[in-house]
C-alpha cells in the first residue's frame, strides 16, 4: 500500500461489522445442523479462513452481499493444520468438535505474532468440563463426553470464555464461567447461541449457561470497534474532521475518553461519532486492559498518534507481552520511542516523514498506515496481507474521506 500522506481527512465513512464477533458466529454453525444465517458479515480475508474451516468440516456455504447462509452437518472431528495454522480464531472449533462427536482434533494455532498466546485456558476449561486432552506433536487431541461445572480462568481471556461458551451451549448441564472476558464481540456470541436455544446468564464475576438441544437462527454481527478507532484515529492524527457512522459508541468510550484527554474534539449522535482534531494535541498515558478498558488493539494505532502529540506519552501494554511490531517501523518514520519492558516511552515529534516500512500483523499494519497519512512524503507499507485480513476496502475507505492511498501488486515471478 502507498499512501502519500500530509493531508487532513475530512467526511463521512462506515463502519464493517466485527471480524472479531463474525468469527466465533461461523464456529457457532458446527452446533446444529439447521441453517445459520449471518448478516452484517464484513469482507476480509480472516472471515474466508473462517469460513474454509467450517466447510473442510463438512459444512456448506452460501452468500448474498454481507449475508452468509452456513448449512449441513459437521461430519469430520479433525480440523485441517492449514487452515489452523493461519489464523488464531479457529481454534475456537476444539469445543464445538468434542461436544457433538466425543473427540476432535485440533492442530495449535498460529495467527498474529503478537506475544506467546498460548491456549492453557482453553484446555484446562475443557478438561473441568470432562475432557481428557492431550497435545501430541503440535496437535490437541481432546476426548470425553462433556459434563456441567464450574470453571475459573486466572485471565479474561476472550478466546478461552468463547470456547466455553460454545462448549457449554450444547451442554445438558449448567457451565459457570467464572472471570470471564466481558468484550463486545463475547457478548454477541451470547447473544447469538440463546437465540440458538441456550440459557445464558450473567452476574458481577461469572456467565451461566445452560445448554440442550440447539436450533437455526439468524443473526446480525455488531460492528467493528477497532476499525471504527482506526478511523477516528485516521482523522485525529492528520488534524482533519470526520465521521463514523453506524458504530456503537458504547463500545468505545476508553478510546474516546482518552482523545478528548488528549485535546480532540469528539460529539456523539446516535451512532455517529463526529471527531475534530485539534493541532497540536498533547501526550497522555494509557494502559491497554481487558474491556472496558483501553483495546489492546488499537494501542498500536494510538501509538502513531502520541508519536505527534505534544510532550511525553506512556503506554502500557498490559494484554499481550510482545505487541511491539511497529515500533521498530516509526522508528524509521522519524518517531521517537524506546521500549522498556511491557512500557513505550514516546516523545513526541513535531513531524513524521514517508518511508517503506513492514506490517508484522493486522494492528501494526493499521499504526503504519496511520503513520503514513501524517507523514511528509510517500510511505510503502508491504506486508498488505495482514491489513486484508481485518480491514474490509481499508484503500477504499481511506480515499473516501480524501487520502492520497492505492495499492501496487507485486508481480513475483
Ligand atoms: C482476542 C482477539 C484479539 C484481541 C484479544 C484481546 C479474536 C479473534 N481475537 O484474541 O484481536 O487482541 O482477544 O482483546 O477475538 N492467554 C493465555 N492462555 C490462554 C489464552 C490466552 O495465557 O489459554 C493470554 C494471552 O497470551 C494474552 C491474554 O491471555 O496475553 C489475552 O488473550 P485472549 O484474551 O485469549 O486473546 P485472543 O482470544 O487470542
Redesign the pocket.
Known amino acids: 500500500m502507498v499512501i502519500r500522506g500530509g493531508r487532513p481527512l475530512s467526511g463521512r465513512v462506515e463502519v464493517s461489522g466485527a471480524?472479531?464477533a463474525v468469527?466465533?458466529a461461523i464456529v457457532a454453525s458446527l452446533l446444529i445442523d439447521e441453517p445459520l444465517t449471518i448478516g452484517n458479515v464484513p469482507d476480509l480475508r480472516?472471515v474466508e479462513t473462517q469460513l474454509a474451516l467450517v466447510e473442510a468440516l463438512g459444512k456448506a456455504i452460501s452468500r448474498d452481499g454481507d449475508t452468509l447462509v452456513i448449512t449441513g452437518e459437521a461430519s469430520r472431528a479433525e480440523a485441517p493444520e492449514e487452515v489452523v495454522s493461519r489464523m488464531?480464531?479457529s481454534f475456537l472449533c476444539l469445543g464445538p468438535l468434542l461436544a457433538r462427536f466425543g473427540e476432535a482434533h485440533v492442530p495449535l494455532p498460529g495467527?498474529?505474532v503478537?506475544?506467546?498466546?498460548?491456549?492453557?485456558?482453553?484446555?484446562?476449561g475443557l478438561r473441568r468440563l470432562g475432557a481428557e486432552v492431550e497435545v501430541c506433536e503440535g496437535v490437541v487431541h481432546a476426548r470425553g463426553r462433556l459434563h456441567g461445572g464450574e470453571v475459573w480462568l486466572r485471565?479474561?481471556?476472550?478466546?478461552?470464555t468463547?470456547q466455553l461458551l460454545l462448549a457449554g451451549a450444547v451442554i445438558p448441564e449448567p457451565v459457570e464461567v467464572v472471570n470471564p472476558?466481558r468484550?463486545p464481540?463475547v457478548m454477541d456470541l451470547a447473544r447469538l447461541l440463546s437465540a440458538m436455544g441456550a440459557e445464558i446468564s450473567f452476574s458481577e464475576d461469572r456467565i451461566t449457561i445452560q445448554g440442550g438441544k440447539l436450533r437455526g437462527t439468524g443473526h446480525h454481527v455488531i460492528p467493528d470497534r477497532?476499525e471504527a478507532g482506526t478511523y477516528l484515529l485516521a482523522g485525529a492524527i492528520t488534524g482533519g474532521e470526520v465521521e463514523v457512522a453506524g458504530a456503537r459508541p458504547e463500545h468505545l468510550t476508553a478510546l474516546l475518553v482518552k482523545l478528548e484527554e488528549c485535546g480532540v474534539g469528539i460529539a456523539v449522535e446516535g451512532r455517529t461519532i463526529c471527531l475534530k482534531a485539534r493541532v497540536p494535541w498533547s501526550g497522555v498515558e494509557v494502559e491497554t486492559a481487558?474491556?472496558p478498558g483501553f483495546?489492546?488493539?488499537l494501542q498500536p494505532q494510538f501509538t502513531s498518534f502520541l508519536a505527534l502529540a505534544r510532550g511525553r506519552s506512556v503506554i502500557w501494554e498490559r494484554?499481550?507481552?510482545s505487541r511491539f511490531g511497529h515500533v521498530g517501523e516509526l522508528l524509521r518514520m522519524g518517531a521517537r520511542i524506546t521500549l522498556q519492558g511491557q512500557a513505550i516511552l514516546i516523545e513526541g515529534v513535531e513531524g513524521l516523514r514517508g518511508a517503506e516500512v513492514v506490517a508484522t500483523d493486522i494492528r501494526a499494519g493499521a499504526a503504519l498506515v496511520l503513520a503514513g497519512l501524517a507523514a511528509h512524503g510517500e510511505t510503502r507499507i508491504n506486508g498488505l496481507d495482514h491489513l486484508r485480513r481485518g480491514y474490509e476496502n481499508i484503500e477504499g475507505k481511506l480515499a473516501q474521506l480524501g487520502a492520497e492511498v492505492w495499492v501496487e501488486e507485486l508481480n513475483v515471478t
Request: charged content about 30%; glycine content about 8%; overall charge negative.
Open positions: 471480524k472479531n468469527l466465533p480472516d488464531r480464531a495467527g498474529c503478537i506475544g506467546a498466546r498460548p491456549v492453557d485456558l482453553h484446555l484446562e485471565y479474561p481471556s476472550v478466546g478461552a468463547e472476558a468484550e464481540e477497532i481487558p474491556y483495546p489492546t488493539d494484554v499481550f507481552e
